[in-house]
């Protein structure tokens, strides 16, 4: 079945740091791929997503290159900030047996800068 | 601009006990669906709706029961509450429309604890 594999935190860094959380999938078909976010008692929210080979997503500094020969859509950021301390989740969702309901999410990981 | 939402925030449960969460939302979504996070485990899929009148089990449907009579609401029913049952419970919902790459909503979850 469809699964998302995630680097396991927690990360911490300093502000300005470079930021990269990786995630790989495995999945049947051409899945849609997304970074979800979720700050300290929120729920989630849709950061950044690519539909296809290739594609870039990015919002608020955040990048993410869906790479298919590798399976994986790592989630970048040149110089975090404070306010992105959060947990961060990877997601797919794919046509499994013929259902694109289900949306299949990693572990998450949380991420945690100081200033 | 309310979007989803859910109540209540927090609740405590003796074992044996029922209750029902209930999720609404105001942005005329076909799809609405329950998750529960729970420490390294990510977010877990319990039953999902595609539209009123509808629902389907998740992967982990089992001590739950909900019901999607009006389109805007979905509930989540605990009838004899255990304590593997405590969680953060998350409502979200997505238009039928956008195919793979649909966006989810979510509330701001649901803090239940079973004693």
């Known amino acids: 079945g469809d699964s998302v594999t995630q680097m396991e935190g927690p990360v911490t860094l300093s502000e300005e740091a470079f930021l990269t959380i990786n995630c790989t999938y495995t999945a049947t078909g051409y899945p849609s791929l997304f970074w979800y976010v979720q700050y300290p008692g929120e729920g989630l929210q849709l950061l950044l997503k690519a539909t296809k080979a290739d594609d870039k997503g990015s919002n608020k500094g955040f990048e993410a290159t869906y790479r298919k020969e590798t399976t994986s859509f790592h989630l970048e950021k040149g110089s975090v900030q404070v306010s992105d301390s959060a947990v961060y989740f990877c997601a797919l969702r794919a046509n499994s047996g013929g259902s694109n309901y289900k949306l299949t999410f990693g572990k998450g990981t949380l991420l945690t800068v100081n200033p | 601009n309310a979007g989803v939402t859910q109540t209540p925030k927090f609740r405590v449960l003796k074992t044996g006990q029922s209750m029902t969460l209930l999720c609404a939302q105001d942005?005329?979504?076909?799809?609405m669906y329950w998750y529960r996070q729970d420490p390294g485990m990510g977010l877990r899929l319990i039953h999902y709706s595609v539209g009123e009148g509808t629902t389907a089990k998740g992967e982990v449907p089992d001590g739950y029961n909900v019901s999607r009579l009006k389109k805007q609401n979905f509930l989540l029913g605990l009838e004899s509450a255990a304590p593997s049952q405590t969680s953060v419970y998350f409502c979200?919902?997505?238009?039928?429309?956008?195919?793979?790459?649909?966006?989810?909503?979510f509330g701001e979850g649901s803090r239940l604890t079973v004693l």
């Open positions: 942005m005329n979504h076909e799809y």
């Open positions: 979200a919902s997505r238009e039928s429309g956008g195919g793979l790459a649909g966006e989810l909503f």
